[in-house]
């Protein structure tokens, strides 16, 4: 049986951590300890978790006396615990019986070579299951899969439905390295952006994820917070570009293949509307960037095709099928493949 640390970090939400230390409670495998992280709360979150600690050994406490921010108040957590493999589980959200044995034993334990392991889930909108993870991801069979291509897209992946180990995310600067990249005066809540996107690309560059294409959680919003408003969602593109900035100025992890291919989703998707083929394609012709990415076209363009030909975007409520490239466009990226780029020609080129 493996060493895992659940770390639940919660802020004012007692009843949905009841829930979500219930779901615990189920699982069908069950050699883990939890740390619950409280940031700061202000209701009666720690008589939730004092009931459950008195039934449950496993069950821990940390309060924070003040609230620090989301992504400081995981970390502090993360640097209390020690075990080979950590889940961070948000505190509203709930896991099925079998998370652990097809993420964990089945997964991460059974395949050594893969950092982390990630199941689906649905969301959960206002107590209500939607059945869909409404956002852009992979569609990919259970199994080993490298994943670095797609998380130059987007990110699909929550961390209350995955588990990685803890030295391979130490080996990619853990938690500190995403804090190390905001500037001292970002408010606390702004340092939490993109933590999830940002930690799943760099532990990508390790080996491949093992996925589990089983819905096995629920992931809850809340529509009536109005998360989806201007304001909101302009932060949420800012963070984006932030993270693929992060991405390709990383030059010690992510290879030139995946850093421009990051530079092509800012500048195709989230700065212009000029769309991914295309901005490849100038890429390549321009008088500054072709030069550089001729020695490896090949690779770029074929990354870029394999990535956007499995990509899907999971929803059971649009009824139009939205894609990240139109299917025209990729056939003749294949052909162009084919004629021109069939293999790198190396730095001579």
Known sequence: MADLDILV???NCADELDECLASLSVQKY???????ADNASEDDTEDVVAAWASRDRRISYHRQPE????TDSVNLAYKMTSSEYVL???GDDILLPNFLTEVLENGLEAHPDCPFAYSLFSRYIDDLPT?????FLPDLPSGAHPM???LCFTNWIIQSFAVFRRAAFDRVGAFDRHIARFRPSDIATLRAGYVDHYMWARLATLGPAWVVNQRLGYYRTHESSGSGGFRQRGFYIQEAIRTYDFIFDDHDLFDDVHRYLAKVNQIGRLL???GLVRTALDMLGSSETGPELAPFAHRFLQTLLDTLRTMVFDSTTLRERIVLERPENLDALAALIRERYPADQGATA
């Open 9 to 11: 970090t919660t802020y």
């Open 30 to 36: 069950g050699d883990f300890k939890v740390l619950v």
């Open 67 to 70: 609230n620090i921010g989301y």
């Open 88 to 90: 961070q589980l948000h």
């Open 131 to 135: 059945g869909d993870v409404h956002q």
């Open 148 to 150: 670095l291509g797609y």
């Open 272 to 274: 212009t509307d000029n």
